[in-house]
């Protein structure tokens, strides 16, 4: 079975410009998950969708944004990249929604952007 | 406060030992807990679900004390490939699914 996918692996940009992440989920999981890892840093959870909806979103701006298509792969995009947005992006995907609230998430290996 | 704390670490410990660490969580309504394995420069992967009764994986002993808010994990007779980041991940349903994650335990294990 195939795991989540990433793509790009890496990818430079310059200030201002858009990044566009995208990620593909394990067969059959509904909903997907992005993580920002800064260098250093622990993972700050940045956007969740299930069923093609947002369901929440963490504590970035308005400049990051995403979307899932019907066949439940996402998008990130981030605008008018700042030096900070140079980070490790990983997607991960689960097979329950909420029911439990047990979810498990198995991650993708991560979109590494780096900004100049 | 942040919502899930630990100690970065790094604990060094020798080949063998045993070695336990822990994390704290501010929401009460926490539901669902987590211990994720980190490499360096790879994805986390889930180690193992902590449940309230505490459970054992091989090496592995996870426990929950929700009257202070913690979780905890052992690792027994620790083997060089257990070093690792050691990442805690909490889930309450009132925080609308959102999985938070600590910011890691780093365990080197030492010959």
């Known amino acids: 079975e195939a795991g989540v996918t990433q793509s790009p692996t890496h990818l430079i940009k310059t200030r201002g410009q858009q990044a566009t992440l995208r990620c593909s989920p394990i067969?059959?999981?509904?909903?997907v998950y992005w993580y920002q890892q800064a260098l250093g840093l622990g993972l700050q959870f940045l956007l969740w969708?299930?069923?093609?909806?947002?369901?929440n979103r963490g504590n970035f701006p308005p400049r990051f944004s995403g979307r899932q298509f019907p066949n439940y792969s996402s998008e990130l995009n981030v605008n008018a990249l700042e030096l900070e947005d140079s980070a490790l992006y990983l997607c991960?995907?689960?097979?329950?929604?909420?029911?439990?609230?047990?979810?498990?998430?198995?991650f993708g290996a991560g979109s590494r952007l780096t900004v100049l | 406060r942040k919502e899930v704390e630990q100690d970065p670490g790094p604990f060094n410990v020798p080949e063998g030992a045993t070695v336990a660490f822990n994390c704290t969580y501010s929401?009460?309504?926490?539901?669902?807990f987590f211990w994720y394995r980190q490499d360096c420069r790879k994805e986390p992967k889930l180690l193992m679900s902590?449940?309230?009764s505490g459970n054992e994986d091989g090496r592995f002993t996870a426990q929950l004390n929700r009257a202070s808010q913690y979780i905890s994990l052992l690792i027994r007779d620790s083997k060089l490939s257990d070093s690792a980041t050691y990442l805690c991940?909490?889930?309450?349903?009132?925080?609308?699914?959102?999985?938070?994650f600590g910011g890691g335990t780093r365990v080197l294990v030492k010959p």
């Open positions: 991960a995907s689960s097979l329950d929604r909420a029911i439990s609230g047990a979810n498990v998430l198995t």
């Open positions: 067969s059959g999981h509904t909903s």
């Open positions: 969708y299930d069923e093609g909806e947002e369901r």
């Open positions: 929401n009460s309504a926490s539901q669902s």
């Open positions: 902590v449940y309230s």
């Open positions: 991940v909490v889930n309450g349903r009132a925080a609308g699914n959102k999985l938070t």
